[in-house]
């Protein structure tokens, strides 16, 4: 658990609880969960390599990106999350990102994630169970 700084527009920044999660049988992904405590958490799924890349340099496009705060927040990386009801930035500590992501590597390294997919689980899930 970390606590990530959540700025939306109109709205005062505001520190809320977060946690990245990992699992092996999904080895792509990584899922952002935030919110309090009491309440139930918001759920981003994205690219484990978009929040390895977004260490060093601003990437993604679309819903996701990831992004460096070198000169304005030193220590600290952006994750802007976009939908149509709005965009969130999430302000989390890169000390924080960088311990999950060697505990994702020592898990499931990287180029061998292709060996942890369930292929049938996956094909199944496509194709709505049907064989």
């Not at 918001?42 to 484990?48: I, P």
């Amino acid at each position: 658990m970390v606590t990530v700084l959540v700025s939306v527009p109109a709205e005062l920044p505001a520190p809320l609880p977060a946690e990245l999660h990992y699992d092996m049988t999904d080895p792509y992904a990584v899922r952002l969960s935030i919110g309090a405590p009491t309440a139930r958490p918001v759920d981003w799924m994205f690219a484990r390599s978009l929040l390895t890349e977004g260490l060093q340099r601003p990437t993604g496009t679309g819903d996701v990106l990831v992004i460096p705060l070198h000169r304005c927040r030193p220590g600290s990386v952006r994750i802007v999350l976009r939908s149509a009801a709005g965009h969130a930035l999430v302000d989390i500590a890169a000390a924080a990102i960088d311990a999950f992501l060697r505990r994702t590597v020592s898990l499931v390294p990287p180029g061998t994630e292709s060996r942890h997919i369930d292929m049938d689980r996956a094909l199944a899930e496509l194709t709505g169970g049907q064989d």
